[in-house]
């Protein structure tokens, strides 16, 4: 039983990235495709599909081809300790070279986004 999903999900990608995968699958769930989304929307990874294997849906996550450095990913929030944030407390993450992904009322999105529009919410993890 994985007590958290979201590390474990995050976990996945990293060992991906650092093995030099291509691709990877993780268990699917609505919060994990909106992470998702908003990597690939800021092409930290190549993409993502929504696959159902048996009766259980998975997530196929294809990484792109890394040169120099593996991804690097911090969870920030945590089940024994949740980090909420004011719109106005988002910080940009490497001087704008990373993102930020916060889990708002108004769905999974950057840090950037967020601020735009002006929400805030969970800070979930940090990618650069």
Same mark, same amino acid.
């Given at each position: ?9 995050? %976990? =996945?990608?990293?060992? !991906?990235?650092l093995?030099?995968? *291509?691709?990877?699958?993780?268990? &699917?769930? $609505?919060l ?34 890394? %040169? =120099?450095?593996?991804? !690097?990913?911090?969870?920030?929030? *945590?089940?024994?300790?949740?980090? &909420?944030? $004011? ?26 986004q ?15």
């Amino acid at each position: 039983m994985i007590t958290d999903p979201i590390a474990d999900y995050l %976990t =996945r990608i990293r060992n !991906a990235s650092l093995a030099k995968k *291509t691709k990877t699958r993780i268990p &699917y769930s $609505k919060l994990k495709e909106g992470i998702s989304k908003v990597l690939q929307q800021r092409k930290f990874i190549e993409g993502y599909e929504v696959k159902k294997d048996g009766t259980f849906k998975e997530l196929e996550i294809t990484l792109k081809e890394w %040169t =120099r450095e593996p991804l !690097a990913i911090k969870r920030v929030s *945590t089940p024994g300790q949740r980090i &909420y944030l $004011k719109n106005t407390d988002i910080k940009a993450v490497k001087n704008g070279l990373g993102v930020l992904v916060i889990s708002t009322s108004k769905g999974v999105m950057a840090g950037e986004q967020a601020r735009k529009e002006k929400v805030g919410g969970e800070a979930i993890c940090e990618v650069y």
